[in-house]
């Protein structure tokens, strides 16, 4: 069973930065489009960024312009590099990977996720 497996989170004063790292295998990150999610305390899950198998990225609005998705296949990795944090950013990050139907379905159950904090 794929395991998904997230790293990088942590407290971060508001307007610093962040990588987040998701380990999967290289077969997955080559075969599918990877994402990234985020869930506030009380709130939904959300679709934050994306990242086709031909690098193509899409960002939601609260985002863009501050974060950065990438995949390294060789690796089996996915990154999301966060700048210019801010405290609504805090959340737990998920990553998974993608089918689109065509609308995003995730594939994979969801991993612990990681703990990203803004404040001062």
């Known amino acids: 069973q794929v395991q998904l497996v997230e790293s990088g989170g942590g407290l971060v004063q508001p307007g610093g930065s962040l990588r987040l790292s998701c380990a999967a295998s290289?077969?997955?990150?080559?075969?599918?489009?990877a994402s990234w999610y985020r869930q506030a305390p009380g709130k939904q899950r959300e679709l934050v960024a994306t990242?086709?198998?031909?690098?193509?990225?899409n960002y939601s609005d609260s985002v863009k312009g501050r974060f950065t998705i990438s995949r390294d296949n060789a690796k089996g990795t996915v990154y999301l590099q966060m700048n210019s944090l801010i405290p609504e950013d805090t959340a737990v990050y998920y990553c998974n990977f993608l089918i689109f139907t065509p609308a995003p379905i995730t594939i994979f159950p969801w991993g612990q996720g990681t703990q990203v904090t803004v404040s001062s």
């Open positions: 290289g077969s997955i990150v080559n075969a599918y489009a």
């Open positions: 990242i086709t198998g031909g690098s193509t990225t």
